[in-house]
């Protein structure tokens, strides 16, 4: 089953935060969090794959509640260039078969302006 | 940077004829997904493949899509024949499993299709 994102869209200024949900309804045994820019195709930002797990690249960051079955992507100080749709995938733990299968969420659209 | 390959970017095609998309995952990598992109599905997952072997292609619609690889280097889409509903972007994307902790999915620039 599809994850669930919230919120649908966000809008910024430059220099604030933003939270970007995960939410599955079966259990994960990983989370990939992607960006999409308009035209252009889902960019790789990064994977969780422990419970508790969090992990940073830059000035985004993300945790993974394996218990809670939510990921959550953090954006802190946010700059123009975060703009896009923002993807989780989820890996259920059923192994075999879908060892490596990612289900994307609806995505959530960032808009950060000036 | 490594890649991943499709072609072509865009195709507008009649209804009722055959398409094919074609993908060159990158070099070494094990695991190749087809996903549509629509505005009201989102990112759906077609079909994907482990060493070139089909694993799961239950998002596909039976009648009129096909999945292969034929080697490692080529992964194809075809629909036959096509329907205006079919018009969407089309994503290739391959990766590494098991990756560990800093490998994701890579993605082709997509085909974009256009049945009228």
């Known amino acids: 089953q599809q994850p669930v994102q919230s919120p649908q869209a966000v809008i910024l200024r430059e220099g604030e935060d933003a939270v970007i949900n995960c939410s599955s309804s079966?259990?994960?045994?990983?989370v990939h969090w992607y960006r999409q820019k308009h035209g252009e195709a889902p960019v790789f930002l990064m994977i969780?794959?422990?419970?508790?797990e969090q992990k940073g690249h830059e000035k985004i960051s993300a945790s993974f509640n394996e218990k809670k079955q939510q990921s959550s992507l953090y954006l802190t100080a946010s700059q123009l260039s975060y703009s896009g749709t923002y993807f989780c995938?989820?890996?259920?733990?059923?192994?075999?078969?879908?060892?490596?299968?990612?289900?994307f969420g609806q995505g959530t659209i960032l808009t950060v302006h000036p | 940077d490594a890649r991943v390959t499709q072609t072509p970017r865009h195709k507008v095609t009649e209804m009722g004829q055959e398409v094919t998309m074609r993908c060159q995952p990158i070099?070494?990598?094990?695991?190749v997904f087809w996903y549509r992109q629509t505005m009201m599905q989102g990112l759906e997952l077609l079909a994907y493949?482990?060493?070139?072997?089909?694993?799961?292609d239950s998002g596909m619609p039976k009648d009129r899509f096909s999945a292969e690889m034929p080697d490692a280097t080529l992964a194809t889409l075809k629909i036959q024949p096509s329907e205006p509903r079919d018009s969407a972007v089309y994503f290739c994307?391959?990766?590494?499993?098991?990756?560990?902790?800093?490998?994701?999915?890579?993605f082709g620039s997509g085909t974009r299709l256009t049945v009228v």
């Open positions: 969780l794959l422990k419970g508790g």
């Open positions: 995938g989820t890996e259920g733990l059923a192994g075999g078969t879908s060892y490596g299968k990612l289900t």
């Open positions: 493949f482990r060493n070139r072997a089909p694993l799961d």
């Open positions: 994307a391959s990766g590494l499993l098991p990756g560990g902790t800093n490998y994701g999915y890579t």
């Open positions: 070099l070494g990598h094990n695991t």
């Open positions: 079966k259990a994960l045994y990983s």
